[in-house]
């Protein structure tokens, strides 16, 4: 089956960021190079999600055609990140009670009265909410560097979220055997959300001229 | 449903490694790899990734595979990177070893042949698929593949590694006879990085060695230097 790997989701004064990479792997192929990972629910909610593309397809489908329907009721109501955060983790957990996963682990994000919202689901149903939300290798390799980013400053500016982001997909490029230079952000604020991409981060391959034989 | 209460990945086609730890704490050290070498007259090309991945964590990114076993010979490695450094060590000294008794380098084919040695009488307990490379005054440039199994054979040009399997058709169709050092460091470059372009094992930088009468002229292609393959497309 096709997969994706980490999905990033920082905070920043005013909104957040989710990040992930555009390939879709099959094993340790690159396969897909133009796989879209995040998506806009609506102008207050992004969605990011790792793991299996084709259940991150039909998840998406879904919810498109609920804010379609939503749209239609026309009561002036539309998805907010933490009702849609609710919604998901109870569907994940089902599916996994009934033995029969969705196999993803997803990152929720968006504006809700005014106040930032990060939130992590996934394929057991896990779910919770930080200041800093990272999936698959992500959680191991650019969780520290976002911790380490917010314990110095608890509130970035949107271009330093940027940053910060880029770097840690950098380091994920350098170490993550399933990623690939080539990445969209998702951003929400109180002007919108929208998704930019794709970018590259700068790579660094200086050291590869220090190294010497393994033997000598 | 006893089984599908302990294995309810079992309704999924998952790989060997367990859910319950990540990869890279059951995984062996791999050069998962694109290694590469092609004859010329009067030497070699040989060429490799850098990328030595515990499961799917690059462990090193700008790992040296081509490693030296003589002056005039060096070899590729890929497979198990404990493995091939073991065996490359163990040739390494016997082959000196060698050159004290013979007065002279020894040929390619006696490296070759000392490698095919060990990997073959081993073969049950090894993970190592080796090219040999390098130059002699007896048949010059000469490129000695010796894969899984422990076989040896001598080709006009070879590729290994995981990220082999992609550039297959590449190599095929573009190979030829005659090639010079220049055409054959940019045959190398090209496919090698058409092979870390697809294979998740393979990446970081391409390092090239070319080999010959004179020594050995090392070059250096950084990941940011390679040719981009990224074709860019946006369909809404």
């Known amino acids: ?216 | 449903m006893a089984s599908t209460v302990l294995h309810p990945a079992s309704l999924r086609s998952h790989n060997l490694s367990s859910d319950l730890s990540p990869d890279w704490l059951t995984s062996e050290h791999s050069t998962g790899t694109s290694i590469m070498a092609v004859e010329f007259d009067g030497g070699v090309v040989i060429g490799a990734d850098s990328r030595t991945t515990t499961g799917a964590y690059i462990a090193n990114r700008v790992t040296d595979k081509l490693t030296k076993v003589t002056d005039h010979i060096y070899c590729c490695r890929s497979g198990s990177a404990a493995d091939t450094q073991a065996i490359a060590d163990l040739v390494n000294y016997h082959l000196n070893f060698h050159q004290m008794e013979l007065g002279e380098e020894p040929l390619v084919k006696t490296a070759a042949t000392k490698f095919k040695d060990f990997c073959y009488y081993n073969r049950d307990q090894l993970s190592a698929g080796i090219i040999v490379a390098g130059w002699d005054k007896l048949k010059g440039g000469q490129v000695y593949s010796v894969p899984l199994g422990g076989m040896c054979v001598r080709q006009p040009f070879t590729i290994g590694g995981s990220g082999s399997t992609y550039v297959y058709g590449y190599v095929d169709s573009t190979f030829k006879k005659g090639m010079t050092k220049e055409e054959c460091l940019d045959f190398t470059a090209r496919t090698l990085t058409l092979a870390m372009h697809r294979d998740g094992s393979s990446g970081g930088v391409v390092r090239l060695a070319a080999i010959s009468e004179a020594g050995v002229e090392k070059k250096l292609i950084k990941g940011n230097e390679l040719p981009n393959l990224m074709h860019e497309f946006d369909y809404q």
């Not at chain 1, 990479?21 to 629910?41: I, N």
């Not at chain 1, 930080?130 to 911790?147: E, F, H, K, N, T």
């Not at chain 1, 604020?189 to 700068?202: N, V, Y």
Request: charged letters at 20%.
């Open chain 1, 1 to 216: 089956m096709v997969t994706g790997t980490s999905v990033l989701g920082v905070k920043f004064d005013g909104g957040i960021i989710l990040a992930a990479d555009m390939l879709g792997s099959y094993g340790s192929l690159a396969r897909f190079m133009h796989c879209p990972r995040l998506m806009k629910v609506n102008d207050s909610t992004v969605m990011g999600a790792g793991g299996d593309y084709a259940d991150f397809q039909y998840i998406k489908s879904v919810i498109e055609q609920r804010v379609i329907d939503e749209e239609c009721m026309n009561d002036g109501f539309q998805y907010t990140p933490k009702s849609l955060f609710s919604w998901l983790t109870r569907i994940m957990y089902n599916r996994r009670s009934r033995f029969n996963p969705l196999w993803n682990t997803i990152v929720v994000g968006g504006l809700q009265d005014g106040e930032p919202f990060l939130g992590y689901v996934d394929k057991i149903g896990t779910a919770f909410k930080a200041p800093s939300v990272c999936s698959g290798y992500g959680a191991y390799i650019a969780q520290p560097i976002l911790r380490n980013a917010l314990e110095k400053q608890p509130n970035l500016t949107e271009q330093q979220a940027k940053e910060l982001i880029d770097q840690c997909l950098t380091v994920l490029h350098y170490r993550d055997a399933r990623s690939l230079n080539k990445y969209q952000i998702a951003i929400v604020t109180k002007d919108g959300a929208r998704i930019e991409g794709p970018i590259s981060s700068a790579t660094n391959w200086d050291i590869a001229e220090r190294v010497g034989f393994f033997d000598e």
